[in-house]
Each structure stands twice: as structure tokens, then as C-alpha cells.
């Protein structure tokens, strides 16, 4: 690497949170200037004895209250409060902040990197589904520079530079098709909690375990894709691949195709995103072609999943759609996993309340979140008829 890198991690006790630490063990030059954790706190102060930062952001004040932080490393200062995600994701010292806390909960540190000229290595999708327009405008007049973590999207980043924007005819985006994608439709109604938090290929927190099983992750990752790579949504398609080898793949306009592949591994793309330009020896295992294997694509099928054509209506609408499928989905989601929603309704709940919401083409961060609101209580009507 060029230089050496400090890093703040927000959400650094989840899935990717985790695997980026293994990244920042395992490559040369780069050190932990800050890390958040919500409420997993023994596992926050067990990662800031690792690696020493000089803060440390426990987001949930009642989950700090009560709890002995007396293990944490001398050097390092303890702040208490979601609102000091801001401070560590704009910090002069660091270089690039990797955006890890799920959901909505993650959008206004996206913002406040973004807004403070940060690169960003962005795996809090739902900061774009919600806001696309007002980040990537932001980024554009602050010169920061958002870098994909999600995988599909490091593929296409990846295939992107080896043509020029406009040589671009569309982008393909894998998905793995989730535990279910042989399911029946009575076989979908029936599924269980457990069922949707087993993942054939990937592990992960429980609600992109859930959004993967709906495939509703893809339909964000289609919004995503439509904000970071400033694509319409006609030019974006999806395809079933469930060996998840072939991460993505851009068509340019001479009809060659160029995929990335690797075993799936989160820390190759987070690896990727926090070392670009440069490519350095992989923490990730090398791809195993001494055996015989075959890799399927499988057109989706929207009818057994219809929460995917949700997303790229969204992405081709714009406006206030994306915080408003976004906070439904959410919402779906916690109420599935409390068992109050059946499988199936969180698509169909998320589409009604789509439906009914009402448009703004231009808006503003407050009629965003005035979406993200009503979309919420919406959901919790649903649920209550
Ligand atoms: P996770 O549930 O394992 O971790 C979530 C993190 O967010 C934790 O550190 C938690 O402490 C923090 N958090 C939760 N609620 C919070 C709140 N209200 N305020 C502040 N922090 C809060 O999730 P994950 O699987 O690591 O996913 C994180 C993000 O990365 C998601 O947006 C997800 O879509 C995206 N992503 C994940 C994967 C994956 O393989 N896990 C792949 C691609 C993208
Ligand atoms: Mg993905």
C-alpha cells in the first residue's frame, strides 16, 4: 500500500465489523483509529484491547448503563451515544471509514463521512436505499469517495475498470437465491425464523440473513447498485447463481462480459475497498479449480419473490420510495423475527404500503425520515388489522 491507512469502523461487533478486523490482522500499514458497537459491549471492549483505538463509541445508552468498561486499554477515550458516530466518521485522522451498522441506523454516519470528504467503505446498503440522491450529491461536492463493500457491488466496481462509463450496456448482479430458492409457494408461506437465519453460503447479522432469504436484499442491492453506479434501473438485472463464485458482471457495449470471481468471503471485498488502488495478498482464500464444479444461472423468478421487483421499481422511481421500502422491510423484518409477521407478508406488506405512500420526487433529509416514519407505523397497522 501507498501509505499507511487509519480506519474508523462503525458497527465493528457485526458480521462485517468482525471480518474487517481480521482484514486490518492480516494487512500491513493499517490501524484502528476508532470503532462503534451497540450492544454486543463485551465484544467491543474485547476488540479495543486488540487494537487500541484512540475511541471508543457504545451507540446504545442503555445498554452502556450498568456495564463495566473497566477493561478497556488506557489509551483509549469511551463516549456514550449514538451522536458520537459523527465525530469518529469525520475525525481529521482518519482516512477511511467503513460503514458497517445495519439498517437506517447507519445513515447519518454514512452522511457525516461523506459529508467531511472521507473515503467510505460502504456496507451499509440501506444508506443509499434511503438516501441515494442526497449522498451521492453529497459526495460529489465533498470529493469523497464511496467504496463498495458489499461483494456484488466490489465485482462490478471491479469489471467497471476495464471500460469506460459510457462502453457500459447493463450490469448483471448474482444472488445467491437464498435457502429457499426451491421452495414452493405453500413451501415459502410455512417458513420458520430458524429457517430464514440459516444461510447456504454466507454468514451475516439477522436481518440480511432474513432480507437474503426474501431476496428483498437484492431488490436493495439493485437501489445500491442504481446510486453508486449512477445506472438506470433497465440497465441493471439480476441473476440466480447459487455457487455465489461469480459476484457480479458488467455487458459493455461490444457484448463482452466481465465477471468477478472468487470462494465467498466478505473480507475479500472489505479488503478490496480499504486498500484500492492498490491490491495486496489476499487475506481470502484462492479460488479451487483442481476439482470439477459447475456454476448455474438461473433467470429469478418474481412471482415466488416478489419483494425483487420492489427493488427495481424503487430504483426506478427514485424520490421518497427507497425510505419507504426501506422502513417497511425494516420493520417487516424485526416483526417476522419476533414472530408476529408471517414470511411471505413482509413482500406483500412492503408493496402495499409502497403503494400507498405518497411521492416526493426531490425531497429533502427531513422528508426522508418523515418516510422512514410513516412507512413504520404502517407496518405496525398492518400488522394490528
Ligand atoms: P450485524 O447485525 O452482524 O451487525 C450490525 C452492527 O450494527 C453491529 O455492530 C451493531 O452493534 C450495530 N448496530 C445495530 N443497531 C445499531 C444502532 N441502532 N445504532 C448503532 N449501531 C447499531 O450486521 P452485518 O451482517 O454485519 O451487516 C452490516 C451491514 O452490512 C448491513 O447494512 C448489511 O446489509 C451489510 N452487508 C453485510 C454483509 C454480510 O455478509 N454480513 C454483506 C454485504 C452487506
Ligand atoms: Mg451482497
Redesign the pocket.
Known amino acids: 500500500m501507498t501509505q499507511p491507512k487509519r480506519i474508523s469502523i462503525l458497527?465493528?461487533?457485526?458480521?462485517?465489523?468482525q471480518s474487517t478486523l481480521d482484514v486490518v490482522r492480516q494487512t500491513d500499514g493499517m490501524s484502528v483509529f476508532a470503532m462503534?458497537?451497540?450492544?454486543?459491549l463485551e465484544s467491543l471492549v474485547e476488540a479495543a484491547k486488540e487494537f487500541q483505538p484512540k475511541f471508543v463509541v457504545a451507540?446504545?445508552q442503555s445498554a452502556a448503563d450498568g456495564f463495566d468498561f473497566g477493561d478497556l486499554p488506557a489509551g483509549t477515550e469511551l463516549l456514550v451515544g449514538?451522536h458520537h458516530i459523527a465525530q469518529i466518521a469525520s475525525a481529521p485522522e482518519v482516512d477511511v471509514v467503513v460503514a458497517?451498522?445495519?439498517?437506517i441506523?447507519?445513515l447519518p454516519g454514512t452522511m457525516a463521512a461523506v459529508e467531511a470528504g472521507k473515503t467510505v467503505a460502504l456496507?451499509?446498503?440501506?444508506s443509499l436505499v434511503v438516501a441515494g440522491s442526497l449522498i451521492t450529491a453529497m459526495a460529489a461536492s465533498s470529493g469523497s469517495r464511496i467504496l463498495p463493500?458489499?461483494?456484488e457491488h466490489s465485482a462490478v466496481f471491479q469489471a467497471l475498470q476495464s471500460g469506460q462509463p459510457n462502453e457500459v450496456s447493463r450490469i448483471v448482479l448474482t444472488a445467491s437465491g437464498g435457502p429457499f430458492r426451491d421452495f414452493s409457494d405453500s413451501e415459502l408461506k410455512t417458513v420458520t425464523v430458524e429457517q430464514a437465519l440459516a444461510h447456504p453460503t454466507?454468514q451475516?447479522?439477522?436481518?440480511?440473513s432474513v432480507d437474503s432469504a426474501t431476496m428483498m436484499n437484492k431488490a436493495l442491492e439493485v437501489i445500491e447498485a442504481r446510486w453508486l453506479f449512477d445506472l438506470p434501473a433497465a440497465k441493471i438485472e439480476v441473476v440466480v447463481h447459487p455457487q455465489s463464485i461469480v459476484h457480479s458482471m458488467v455487458e459493455f457495449v461490444d457484448h463482452s462480459t466481465v465477471a468477478q470471481l472468487s470462494p465467498p468471503d466478505?473480507r475479500l471485498p472489505i479488503q478490496y475497498a480499504l486498500t484500492w488502488p492498490d491490491r495486496i495478498a489476499g487475506v481470502s482464500p484462492p479460488l479451487d479449480l483442481s476439482r470439477p464444479q459447475t456454476l448455474e444461472f438461473i433467470p429469478p423468478d418474481t412471482d415466488r419473490f416478489p419483494a425483487l421487483k420492489l427493488g427495481f421499481d424503487v430504483a426506478a422511481r427514485g424520490g421518497t420510495s427507497g425510505a419507504v421500502l426501506n422502513a417497511a422491510n425494516e420493520s417487516a423484518v424485526a416483526a417476522f423475527l419476533k414472530r408476529e409477521l408471517s414470511f411471505t407478508d413482509i413482500a406483500i406488506a412492503c408493496q402495499e404500503i409502497l403503494e400507498q405512500h405518497d411521492f416526493i420526487a426531490d425531497p429533502n433529509l427531513e422528508q426522508l425520515m418523515a418516510c422512514d416514519q410513516w412507512a413504520r407505523q404502517e407496518l405496525a397497522k398492518w400488522i394490528s388489522v
Open positions: 458497527g465493528v461487533t457485526g458480521s462485517i465489523g462503534s458497537g451497540h450492544s454486543a451507540t446504545s449514538s458497517a451498522i445495519v439498517g441506523a447507519g456496507a451499509n446498503k440501506e463493500v458489499d461483494s454466507w451475516m447479522g439477522d436481518k440480511i466478505m
